[in-house]
Protein backbone atom coordinates (compact mmCIF):
# COMPACT_ATOMS: atom_id res chain seq x y z
CA UNK A 1 0.00 0.00 0.00
CA UNK A 2 1.66 3.38 -1.16
CA UNK A 3 0.87 5.64 1.78
CA UNK A 4 1.75 9.75 1.49
CA UNK A 5 1.12 12.52 3.47
CA UNK A 6 0.20 15.80 1.51
CA UNK A 7 0.62 18.85 3.65
CA UNK A 8 -1.41 22.48 2.64
CA UNK A 9 0.28 25.46 4.54
CA UNK A 10 -1.84 29.06 4.22
CA UNK A 11 -1.79 31.63 6.65
CA UNK A 12 -4.88 30.90 8.78
CA UNK A 13 -4.94 27.32 8.98
CA UNK A 14 -2.57 23.67 8.13
CA UNK A 15 -4.51 21.09 6.42
CA UNK A 16 -2.68 17.78 6.48
CA UNK A 17 -4.17 15.05 4.26
CA UNK A 18 -3.02 10.92 4.45
CA UNK A 19 -3.55 9.04 1.15
CA UNK A 20 -3.57 5.28 0.90
CA UNK A 21 -2.94 4.53 -2.31
CA UNK A 22 -3.83 7.76 -3.65
CA UNK A 23 -7.43 7.52 -1.61
CA UNK A 24 -8.07 10.21 0.93
CA UNK A 25 -8.33 8.21 4.57
CA UNK A 26 -7.43 10.93 7.17
CA UNK A 27 -7.69 14.55 7.02
CA UNK A 28 -6.81 17.18 9.58
CA UNK A 29 -6.93 21.09 9.97
CA UNK A 30 -5.06 22.47 12.61
CA UNK A 31 -5.44 26.68 12.86
CA UNK A 32 -1.91 28.61 13.04
CA UNK A 33 -2.90 30.57 15.65
CA UNK A 34 -4.86 28.19 17.38
CA UNK A 35 -5.67 28.60 21.63
CA UNK A 36 -6.89 26.30 24.00
CA UNK A 37 -5.27 23.19 21.91
CA UNK A 38 -5.14 19.51 23.25
CA UNK A 39 -1.53 19.35 25.75
CA UNK A 40 -0.89 23.19 26.60
CA UNK A 41 -0.54 23.79 29.99
CA UNK A 42 -2.23 26.79 31.51
CA UNK A 43 -2.02 28.09 34.79
CA UNK A 44 -5.56 28.41 35.72
CA UNK A 45 -7.25 29.86 39.26
CA UNK A 46 -10.55 27.64 40.79
CA UNK A 47 -13.45 29.40 40.55
CA UNK A 48 -15.89 27.10 41.92
CA UNK A 49 -16.45 23.59 43.29
CA UNK A 50 -19.37 21.63 42.28
CA UNK A 51 -20.15 18.75 44.44
CA UNK A 52 -22.75 17.39 42.90
CA UNK A 53 -20.74 16.76 39.88
CA UNK A 54 -17.38 16.08 41.84
CA UNK A 55 -15.85 18.30 39.69
CA UNK A 56 -14.84 21.86 39.55
CA UNK A 57 -15.07 24.95 37.17
CA UNK A 58 -11.72 26.73 36.39
CA UNK A 59 -10.85 30.13 34.86
CA UNK A 60 -8.11 29.63 32.34
CA UNK A 61 -8.78 32.54 29.81
CA UNK A 62 -11.21 30.90 28.04
CA UNK A 63 -15.15 32.19 27.29
CA UNK A 64 -16.56 29.31 29.11
CA UNK A 65 -14.77 28.01 32.38
CA UNK A 66 -12.93 24.76 32.22
CA UNK A 67 -13.77 21.55 33.63
CA UNK A 68 -11.70 19.49 36.20
CA UNK A 69 -13.69 16.19 37.30
CA UNK A 70 -11.93 14.58 40.60
CA UNK A 71 -11.05 11.49 38.51
CA UNK A 72 -8.55 13.96 36.73
CA UNK A 73 -6.94 15.28 39.59
CA UNK A 74 -4.49 12.11 39.46
CA UNK A 75 -3.24 9.83 42.12
CA UNK A 76 -0.54 11.93 43.05
CA UNK A 77 -2.47 15.25 43.23
CA UNK A 78 -1.44 15.64 46.72
CA UNK A 79 2.63 15.71 45.98
CA UNK A 80 1.37 17.82 42.97
CA UNK A 81 -0.18 20.61 44.91
CA UNK A 82 2.58 20.57 47.51
CA UNK A 83 4.91 21.10 45.14
CA UNK A 84 3.38 24.06 43.40
CA UNK A 85 2.86 25.79 47.01
CA UNK A 86 6.66 25.09 47.19
CA UNK A 87 7.39 26.61 43.77
CA UNK A 88 5.09 29.36 44.11
CA UNK A 89 6.08 30.67 47.75
CA UNK A 90 10.05 31.05 46.12
CA UNK A 91 9.65 32.02 43.08
CA UNK A 92 13.71 32.51 42.57
CA UNK A 93 14.33 28.83 42.29
CA UNK A 94 12.82 25.50 40.40
CA UNK A 95 12.13 22.78 43.14
CA UNK A 96 13.65 19.60 41.93
CA UNK A 97 11.28 16.72 41.93
CA UNK A 98 14.04 14.24 42.72
CA UNK A 99 14.50 15.68 46.41
CA UNK A 100 10.68 16.07 47.05
CA UNK A 101 9.68 13.90 49.16
CA UNK A 102 6.41 12.25 47.77
CA UNK A 103 2.92 13.00 49.45
CA UNK A 104 0.46 9.51 50.07
CA UNK A 105 -1.76 9.32 47.09
CA UNK A 106 -5.65 10.41 47.23
CA UNK A 107 -8.15 8.25 47.36
CA UNK A 108 -10.08 7.40 43.79
CA UNK A 109 -13.57 7.36 45.41
CA UNK A 110 -12.28 10.81 47.21
CA UNK A 111 -14.68 14.07 46.51
CA UNK A 112 -12.80 17.47 45.12
CA UNK A 113 -13.84 19.94 47.73
CA UNK A 114 -11.48 17.21 50.04
CA UNK A 115 -8.46 18.65 47.90
CA UNK A 116 -9.48 21.34 46.51
CA UNK A 117 -10.35 25.23 47.21
CA UNK A 118 -11.69 27.92 45.32
CA UNK A 119 -9.09 30.22 44.53
CA UNK A 120 -6.52 27.84 44.09
CA UNK A 121 -3.95 28.25 41.52
CA UNK A 122 -2.79 24.94 39.72
CA UNK A 123 -0.97 24.04 36.79
CA UNK A 124 -3.39 22.18 33.93
CA UNK A 125 -3.23 20.30 30.92
CA UNK A 126 -5.66 20.79 28.10
CA UNK A 127 -7.59 16.95 27.93
CA UNK A 128 -9.95 18.15 25.59
CA UNK A 129 -10.46 20.94 23.36
CA UNK A 130 -13.52 23.39 24.09
CA UNK A 131 -16.12 21.59 21.79
CA UNK A 132 -19.95 23.11 20.55
CA UNK A 133 -21.38 24.80 24.39
CA UNK A 134 -18.52 23.43 26.32
CA UNK A 135 -15.18 24.88 27.31
CA UNK A 136 -11.55 22.52 27.14
CA UNK A 137 -11.76 19.62 29.87
CA UNK A 138 -8.84 19.40 32.02
CA UNK A 139 -6.60 17.40 33.65
CA UNK A 140 -3.59 17.62 36.04
CA UNK A 141 -1.78 14.72 35.47
CA UNK A 142 0.88 16.48 33.38
CA UNK A 143 2.19 14.86 30.50
CA UNK A 144 5.09 15.87 27.64
CA UNK A 145 4.73 13.82 24.66
CA UNK A 146 7.85 12.94 22.43
CA UNK A 147 8.37 10.75 19.79
CA UNK A 148 9.48 7.63 21.68
CA UNK A 149 8.07 8.20 24.97
CA UNK A 150 5.29 10.40 27.43
CA UNK A 151 7.38 11.94 30.11
CA UNK A 152 4.86 12.44 33.66
CA UNK A 153 6.26 14.27 36.55
CA UNK A 154 5.13 13.28 40.18
CA UNK A 155 5.49 9.08 39.78
CA UNK A 156 7.79 6.34 39.44
CA UNK A 157 6.38 3.79 36.57
CA UNK A 158 8.02 2.43 33.32
CA UNK A 159 5.28 1.02 30.82
CA UNK A 160 5.81 -0.07 27.75
CA UNK A 161 3.77 -0.05 24.80
CA UNK A 162 1.64 -3.02 24.40
CA UNK A 163 2.43 -3.26 20.53
CA UNK A 164 6.00 -4.05 20.59
CA UNK A 165 5.44 -7.67 20.82
CA UNK A 166 8.80 -9.05 21.57
CA UNK A 167 9.27 -9.73 25.36
CA UNK A 168 13.53 -9.22 25.25
CA UNK A 169 12.60 -6.04 23.40
CA UNK A 170 10.11 -4.88 26.03
CA UNK A 171 12.48 -5.98 28.84
CA UNK A 172 15.40 -3.95 27.38
CA UNK A 173 13.75 -0.52 27.00
CA UNK A 174 12.37 -1.04 30.46
CA UNK A 175 16.16 -1.35 31.68
CA UNK A 176 17.30 0.94 29.35
CA UNK A 177 14.35 3.70 30.36
CA UNK A 178 15.10 3.03 34.11
CA UNK A 179 18.80 3.74 33.99
CA UNK A 180 18.27 6.87 32.12
CA UNK A 181 15.16 8.20 33.56
CA UNK A 182 15.25 11.08 36.43
CA UNK A 183 13.84 10.45 40.19
CA UNK A 184 10.29 11.87 40.61
CA UNK A 185 9.06 10.50 36.88
CA UNK A 186 7.04 8.00 34.75
CA UNK A 187 7.15 7.23 31.36
CA UNK A 188 5.54 5.60 29.06
CA UNK A 189 7.51 4.15 26.36
CA UNK A 190 5.95 4.17 22.84
CA UNK A 191 6.05 1.78 20.04
CA UNK A 192 8.52 3.89 17.85
CA UNK A 193 11.00 3.44 20.67
CA UNK A 194 11.03 -0.03 19.84
CA UNK A 195 14.89 -1.22 18.75
CA UNK A 196 15.98 2.28 18.98
CA UNK A 197 19.60 3.22 20.63
CA UNK A 198 20.29 4.58 24.29
CA UNK A 199 21.66 8.06 22.68
CA UNK A 200 18.35 8.59 20.84
CA UNK A 201 16.13 7.75 23.97
CA UNK A 202 18.15 9.84 26.27
CA UNK A 203 18.22 12.69 24.24
CA UNK A 204 14.53 12.90 24.06
CA UNK A 205 14.21 12.24 28.02
CA UNK A 206 16.53 15.19 28.57
CA UNK A 207 14.78 17.41 26.10
CA UNK A 208 11.12 16.61 27.76
CA UNK A 209 12.53 17.20 31.18
CA UNK A 210 13.85 20.56 30.20
CA UNK A 211 10.62 21.31 29.13
CA UNK A 212 9.08 20.62 32.11
CA UNK A 213 11.36 22.59 34.12
CA UNK A 214 11.31 25.48 31.74
CA UNK A 215 7.13 25.26 32.48
CA UNK A 216 7.44 25.65 36.19
CA UNK A 217 9.80 28.57 35.93
CA UNK A 218 7.07 30.40 33.50
CA UNK A 219 4.66 29.87 35.83
CA UNK A 220 6.66 31.04 38.36
CA UNK A 221 6.46 34.58 36.32
CA UNK A 222 3.38 34.32 35.22
CA UNK A 223 -0.47 35.77 36.60
CA UNK A 224 -3.60 33.66 36.10
CA UNK A 225 -4.42 32.91 33.69
CA UNK A 226 -2.31 32.48 31.08
CA UNK A 227 -0.85 29.98 29.00
CA UNK A 228 2.51 28.46 30.39
CA UNK A 229 3.39 25.81 27.42
CA UNK A 230 2.87 24.83 24.00
CA UNK A 231 4.11 22.83 21.23
CA UNK A 232 6.94 24.43 19.05
CA UNK A 233 4.85 23.61 15.60
CA UNK A 234 1.55 22.20 15.73
CA UNK A 235 2.16 20.99 11.77
CA UNK A 236 5.64 18.96 13.15
CA UNK A 237 3.30 17.42 16.50
CA UNK A 238 0.51 16.19 14.32
CA UNK A 239 3.18 14.31 12.11
CA UNK A 240 4.81 13.53 14.84
CA UNK A 241 1.72 11.30 15.71
CA UNK A 242 0.53 10.39 12.16
CA UNK A 243 4.31 9.49 10.58
CA UNK A 244 4.81 6.29 9.57
CA UNK A 245 8.35 4.72 8.13
CA UNK A 246 5.82 3.22 5.56
CA UNK A 247 5.05 6.76 4.07
CA UNK A 248 6.82 7.03 0.61
CA UNK A 249 6.35 10.94 0.46
CA UNK A 250 5.97 14.00 2.43
CA UNK A 251 4.60 16.89 0.22
CA UNK A 252 4.61 19.90 1.67
CA UNK A 253 4.09 24.02 0.07
CA UNK A 254 5.37 26.19 1.84
CA UNK A 255 9.53 26.62 2.84
CA UNK A 256 9.32 27.00 6.29
CA UNK A 257 7.25 24.07 7.24
CA UNK A 258 9.14 21.96 4.67
CA UNK A 259 12.42 22.96 6.71
CA UNK A 260 10.79 21.89 10.07
CA UNK A 261 9.30 18.44 8.92
CA UNK A 262 12.42 17.58 6.85
CA UNK A 263 14.32 18.36 10.10
CA UNK A 264 12.60 16.48 12.46
CA UNK A 265 11.99 13.54 10.22
CA UNK A 266 15.85 13.55 9.65
CA UNK A 267 15.99 13.36 13.56
CA UNK A 268 13.46 10.51 14.38
CA UNK A 269 14.28 8.34 11.06
CA UNK A 270 17.40 9.75 9.12
CA UNK A 271 16.97 6.94 6.37
CA UNK A 272 13.64 8.84 5.41
CA UNK A 273 14.70 12.11 4.90
CA UNK A 274 14.34 12.73 1.61
CA UNK A 275 10.77 11.26 1.35
CA UNK A 276 9.77 15.01 2.61
CA UNK A 277 9.67 17.16 -0.86
CA UNK A 278 8.60 20.46 -0.99
CA UNK A 279 6.28 21.28 -3.40
CA UNK A 280 6.70 24.46 -5.92
CA UNK A 281 4.24 24.32 -8.43
CA UNK A 282 1.34 27.18 -9.25
CA UNK A 283 -1.72 24.59 -9.26
CA UNK A 284 -2.94 24.21 -5.58
CA UNK A 285 -1.02 21.58 -3.70
CA UNK A 286 -4.47 19.65 -2.86
CA UNK A 287 -5.99 20.25 -6.75
CA UNK A 288 -2.95 18.70 -7.75
CA UNK A 289 -2.82 15.45 -5.67
CA UNK A 290 -7.41 15.32 -6.59
CA UNK A 291 -7.93 16.17 -2.41
CA UNK A 292 -10.09 19.00 -3.28
CA UNK A 293 -12.21 16.48 -5.27
CA UNK A 294 -12.30 14.02 -2.76
CA UNK A 295 -13.26 15.89 0.02
CA UNK A 296 -15.96 17.64 -1.99
CA UNK A 297 -17.77 13.90 -2.47
CA UNK A 298 -17.12 12.66 0.75
CA UNK A 299 -18.13 15.46 3.48
CA UNK A 300 -21.70 15.54 2.50
CA UNK A 301 -24.73 14.02 4.40
CA UNK A 302 -24.90 11.05 1.32
CA UNK A 303 -21.65 9.30 0.54
CA UNK A 304 -21.41 6.84 -2.51
CA UNK A 305 -19.34 3.82 -2.79
CA UNK A 306 -19.45 0.94 -4.95
CA UNK A 307 -22.18 -0.32 -7.46
CA UNK A 308 -24.39 2.68 -6.64
CA UNK A 309 -25.05 1.66 -2.57
CA UNK A 310 -24.68 4.57 -0.23
CA UNK A 311 -24.79 5.43 3.16
CA UNK A 312 -26.49 8.49 4.77
CA UNK A 313 -24.78 10.27 7.92
CA UNK A 314 -26.78 12.61 10.21
CA UNK A 315 -25.01 14.38 13.48
CA UNK A 316 -25.61 15.82 16.68
CA UNK A 317 -23.38 16.70 19.56
CA UNK A 318 -22.27 13.23 20.82
CA UNK A 319 -24.32 11.15 18.91
CA UNK A 320 -23.67 10.12 15.06
CA UNK A 321 -26.56 8.02 13.20
CA UNK A 322 -25.33 6.35 9.88
CA UNK A 323 -28.03 4.61 7.48
CA UNK A 324 -27.17 1.85 4.63
CA UNK A 325 -28.92 1.64 1.66
CA UNK A 326 -28.27 -0.24 -1.39
CA UNK A 327 -29.52 2.15 -3.74
CA UNK A 328 -30.06 1.27 -7.40
CA UNK A 329 -27.05 -1.21 -6.68
CA UNK A 330 -26.19 -2.20 -10.50
CA UNK A 331 -24.48 -5.96 -9.17
CA UNK A 332 -27.16 -7.39 -7.27
CA UNK A 333 -27.43 -10.61 -6.95
CA UNK A 334 -30.36 -13.07 -6.89
CA UNK A 335 -29.89 -14.23 -3.52
CA UNK A 336 -31.30 -11.05 -1.30
CA UNK A 337 -29.47 -12.26 1.59
CA UNK A 338 -25.83 -12.83 -0.05
CA UNK A 339 -26.96 -8.90 -1.68
CA UNK A 340 -27.06 -7.64 2.12
CA UNK A 341 -24.09 -9.20 3.19
CA UNK A 342 -21.78 -7.55 0.47
CA UNK A 343 -23.20 -3.73 0.79
CA UNK A 344 -22.79 -4.55 4.68
CA UNK A 345 -19.18 -5.43 4.17
CA UNK A 346 -18.20 -2.50 1.72
CA UNK A 347 -20.40 0.13 3.59
CA UNK A 348 -18.02 -1.33 6.55
CA UNK A 349 -15.21 -0.16 4.28
CA UNK A 350 -16.54 2.83 3.78
CA UNK A 351 -18.22 3.68 7.53
CA UNK A 352 -14.73 3.02 8.63
CA UNK A 353 -12.77 5.67 6.23
CA UNK A 354 -15.38 8.42 7.28
CA UNK A 355 -14.71 7.93 11.65
CA UNK A 356 -11.33 8.66 10.88
CA UNK A 357 -11.85 11.38 7.81
CA UNK A 358 -14.34 13.14 9.99
CA UNK A 359 -12.77 12.25 13.41
CA UNK A 360 -15.89 11.56 14.52
CA UNK A 361 -16.05 10.72 18.50
CA UNK A 362 -19.09 9.99 20.67
CA UNK A 363 -21.52 7.21 19.92
CA UNK A 364 -22.14 6.27 15.96
CA UNK A 365 -25.30 3.92 15.49
CA UNK A 366 -24.86 2.51 12.26
CA UNK A 367 -28.05 0.59 10.62
CA UNK A 368 -27.07 -1.93 8.43
CA UNK A 369 -29.65 -3.79 5.98
CA UNK A 370 -31.21 -6.54 7.36
CA UNK A 371 -29.60 -10.46 7.26
CA UNK A 372 -31.37 -13.62 8.23
CA UNK A 373 -28.43 -15.65 9.18
CA UNK A 374 -26.02 -15.59 12.49
CA UNK A 375 -23.21 -16.21 10.39
CA UNK A 376 -23.54 -12.90 7.83
CA UNK A 377 -23.95 -11.08 11.19
CA UNK A 378 -20.73 -12.32 12.97
CA UNK A 379 -19.05 -12.08 9.50
CA UNK A 380 -19.74 -8.14 9.14
CA UNK A 381 -18.71 -7.67 12.95
CA UNK A 382 -15.55 -9.06 12.41
CA UNK A 383 -14.89 -7.25 9.19
CA UNK A 384 -16.05 -4.18 11.18
CA UNK A 385 -13.30 -4.56 13.80
CA UNK A 386 -10.56 -5.84 11.11
CA UNK A 387 -11.27 -2.46 8.73
CA UNK A 388 -10.99 -0.47 12.11
CA UNK A 389 -8.20 -2.12 13.90
CA UNK A 390 -5.66 0.77 12.16
CA UNK A 391 -7.84 3.73 13.75
CA UNK A 392 -5.59 5.46 16.08
CA UNK A 393 -8.74 6.82 18.21
CA UNK A 394 -9.93 4.46 20.82
CA UNK A 395 -12.84 2.69 20.02
CA UNK A 396 -15.10 -0.57 21.18
CA UNK A 397 -17.74 -2.41 18.59
CA UNK A 398 -20.56 -4.35 19.43
CA UNK A 399 -22.04 -7.45 17.98
CA UNK A 400 -25.42 -6.06 15.20
CA UNK A 401 -28.51 -6.14 17.57
CA UNK A 402 -31.49 -7.89 17.37
CA UNK A 403 -32.76 -4.93 14.91
CA UNK A 404 -29.88 -4.52 12.93
CA UNK A 405 -27.81 -2.20 14.77
CA UNK A 406 -24.46 -1.72 15.33
CA UNK A 407 -22.99 0.40 17.79
CA UNK A 408 -19.83 1.88 18.27
CA UNK A 409 -17.84 4.27 20.94
CA UNK A 410 -15.31 6.40 19.64
CA UNK A 411 -12.45 8.49 21.60
CA UNK A 412 -13.64 11.93 21.00
CA UNK A 413 -10.64 15.01 21.91
CA UNK A 414 -11.25 17.15 19.29
CA UNK A 415 -14.42 18.53 17.56
CA UNK A 416 -15.39 16.57 14.28
CA UNK A 417 -14.26 17.63 11.04
CA UNK A 418 -17.48 19.83 9.41
CA UNK A 419 -16.66 20.33 6.47
CA UNK A 420 -19.81 22.38 3.92
CA UNK A 421 -19.22 20.91 0.55
CA UNK A 422 -22.45 22.96 -1.02
CA UNK A 423 -21.33 26.08 -2.14
CA UNK A 424 -23.08 29.86 -1.86
CA UNK A 425 -23.48 31.51 -4.95
CA UNK A 426 -20.65 34.50 -4.84
CA UNK A 427 -22.73 36.75 -6.63
CA UNK A 428 -25.69 36.94 -5.32
CA UNK A 429 -24.95 35.61 -1.33
CA UNK A 430 -27.97 33.47 -1.80
CA UNK A 431 -30.60 35.68 -2.55
CA UNK A 432 -31.13 33.99 -5.72
CA UNK A 433 -30.51 36.62 -8.20
CA UNK A 434 -27.30 36.48 -9.77
CA UNK A 435 -25.44 38.83 -12.38
CA UNK A 436 -24.97 36.94 -16.30
CA UNK A 437 -22.85 35.09 -15.77
CA UNK A 438 -21.34 35.50 -19.02
CA UNK A 439 -20.32 39.05 -17.51
CA UNK A 440 -18.32 37.30 -15.25
CA UNK A 441 -14.80 37.41 -17.23
CA UNK A 442 -15.51 41.61 -18.11
CA UNK A 443 -15.19 41.82 -14.13
CA UNK A 444 -12.58 40.20 -14.13
CA UNK A 445 -10.68 41.93 -16.44
CA UNK A 446 -12.29 44.82 -14.46
CA UNK A 447 -10.36 44.15 -11.49
CA UNK A 448 -7.30 42.87 -13.27
CA UNK A 449 -6.84 46.85 -14.69
CA UNK A 450 -7.65 48.13 -11.20
CA UNK A 451 -4.87 46.07 -9.88
CA UNK A 452 -1.95 46.89 -12.26
CA UNK A 453 -3.40 50.90 -13.14
CA UNK A 454 -4.58 51.62 -9.88
CA UNK A 455 -2.91 49.86 -7.20
CA UNK A 456 0.51 49.45 -9.45
CA UNK A 457 0.42 45.61 -8.23
CA UNK A 458 2.27 44.19 -11.47
CA UNK A 459 2.72 40.32 -9.96
CA UNK A 460 -0.32 38.58 -8.91
CA UNK A 461 -2.05 35.38 -8.82
CA UNK A 462 -5.84 35.32 -9.74
CA UNK A 463 -7.65 32.10 -9.19
CA UNK A 464 -10.57 31.04 -10.31
CA UNK A 465 -12.88 27.79 -11.00
CA UNK A 466 -11.47 25.52 -13.87
CA UNK A 467 -14.34 25.82 -15.89
CA UNK A 468 -13.89 29.66 -16.19
CA UNK A 469 -10.33 29.17 -16.26
CA UNK A 470 -10.55 26.50 -19.66
CA UNK A 471 -13.03 29.56 -20.99
CA UNK A 472 -10.50 32.28 -20.36
CA UNK A 473 -7.42 30.59 -21.74
CA UNK A 474 -9.30 28.67 -24.65
CA UNK A 475 -8.43 28.83 -28.47
CA UNK A 476 -4.83 30.89 -29.96
CA UNK A 477 -6.52 34.19 -28.85
CA UNK A 478 -7.36 33.59 -25.81
CA UNK A 479 -8.88 36.27 -23.19
CA UNK A 480 -5.54 35.42 -21.15
CA UNK A 481 -3.19 36.38 -23.86
CA UNK A 482 -5.36 39.44 -24.21
CA UNK A 483 -5.06 40.59 -21.00
CA UNK A 484 -1.46 39.72 -20.55
CA UNK A 485 -0.65 41.72 -23.91
CA UNK A 486 -2.77 44.95 -22.49
CA UNK A 487 -1.60 44.51 -18.31
CA UNK A 488 1.89 42.96 -18.94
CA UNK A 489 3.33 39.35 -18.33
CA UNK A 490 3.78 39.66 -14.30
CA UNK A 491 0.29 38.15 -13.38
CA UNK A 492 -1.19 34.19 -13.26
CA UNK A 493 -4.34 32.77 -13.84
CA UNK A 494 -4.87 29.49 -12.69
CA UNK A 495 -7.70 26.72 -11.76
CA UNK A 496 -8.81 26.27 -7.98
CA UNK A 497 -11.11 23.51 -7.58
CA UNK A 498 -12.19 24.48 -4.23
CA UNK A 499 -13.87 27.89 -5.55
CA UNK A 500 -16.94 28.21 -6.62
CA UNK A 501 -18.11 28.97 -10.15
CA UNK A 502 -18.23 32.84 -10.17
CA UNK A 503 -15.80 33.22 -7.55
CA UNK A 504 -12.17 34.54 -7.68
CA UNK A 505 -9.21 35.37 -5.28
CA UNK A 506 -6.38 37.26 -5.76
CA UNK A 507 -2.85 36.63 -4.13
CA UNK A 508 0.57 38.97 -4.64
CA UNK A 509 3.97 37.70 -4.88
CA UNK A 510 4.30 37.44 -0.98
CA UNK A 511 1.21 34.61 -1.43
CA UNK A 512 -0.95 37.74 0.72
CA UNK A 513 -4.29 37.65 -0.39
CA UNK A 514 -5.85 40.69 -2.07
CA UNK A 515 -9.31 41.61 -0.95
CA UNK A 516 -10.68 43.26 -4.25
CA UNK A 517 -14.11 42.94 -3.20
CA UNK A 518 -13.75 45.82 -0.41
CA UNK A 519 -10.74 47.70 -2.63
CA UNK A 520 -12.39 48.07 -6.08
CA UNK A 521 -15.79 48.27 -4.87
CA UNK A 522 -14.79 51.66 -3.82
CA UNK A 523 -13.44 53.32 -7.09
CA UNK A 524 -16.94 53.01 -9.31
CA UNK A 525 -20.37 54.23 -8.26
CA UNK A 526 -22.13 50.93 -8.92
CA UNK A 527 -20.02 48.82 -6.96
CA UNK A 528 -20.42 51.43 -4.37
CA UNK A 529 -24.52 51.23 -4.42
CA UNK A 530 -23.89 47.35 -3.93
CA UNK A 531 -21.96 47.25 -1.00
CA UNK A 532 -24.74 49.51 0.42
CA UNK A 533 -26.98 47.06 -0.51
CA UNK A 534 -24.95 44.23 0.80
CA UNK A 535 -24.84 46.26 4.45
CA UNK A 536 -28.62 46.73 4.15
CA UNK A 537 -28.36 43.12 3.81
CA UNK A 538 -26.77 41.89 6.70
CA UNK A 539 -28.54 44.38 9.20
CA UNK A 540 -31.77 43.35 8.11
CA UNK A 541 -30.70 39.53 8.61
Known amino acids: MKSELIVDVNHEEVSIALLEDSRLVSLQKESRNIAYAV ?32 LDLGPQFSTYSKFLEEAMADKKKVPAISRFKPEPDIPKQGTIQDVVKPGQVLLVQIAKEPISSKGPRLTTEISFTGRYMVLMPFGNKISVSQKIKSTEEKIRLRQLVGSIKPKGFSVIV ?21 CWEDSIAKMQRSQTPSLIYEEDSRTVS ?35 KDIVKLYAKDTPIFDNFNITRQIKSSFGKTVSFRSGAYIIIESTEALHVIDVNSGNRSKASQDQESNALDVNLRAAD ?15 VVDFIDMNKAEHRQTLYDHMREVMANDRARHNILPLSKFGLMQITRQRVRPALDI ?62 KWRRRFGRGFKVIADESLAYLEYKVFDDTNKEIDLKEESDISSSQSKNRVKVKNRDKEEN
Do not use: W
Open 238 to 272: VIRDMFSPNFENIYVNESETFTQIQNYVALIAPEN
Open 190 to 210: RTSAENKKVAELNNEMRTLVK
Open 350 to 364: EIARQLRLRDMGGII
Open 420 to 481: TTSEQCPSCFGKGEVQASILFTDKLEEKIEYLVEHLKVKKFTMYIHPFVEAYVKKGVFSLFG
Open 39 to 70: GDLYMAKVKKIMPGLNAAFLDVGYDKDAFLHY
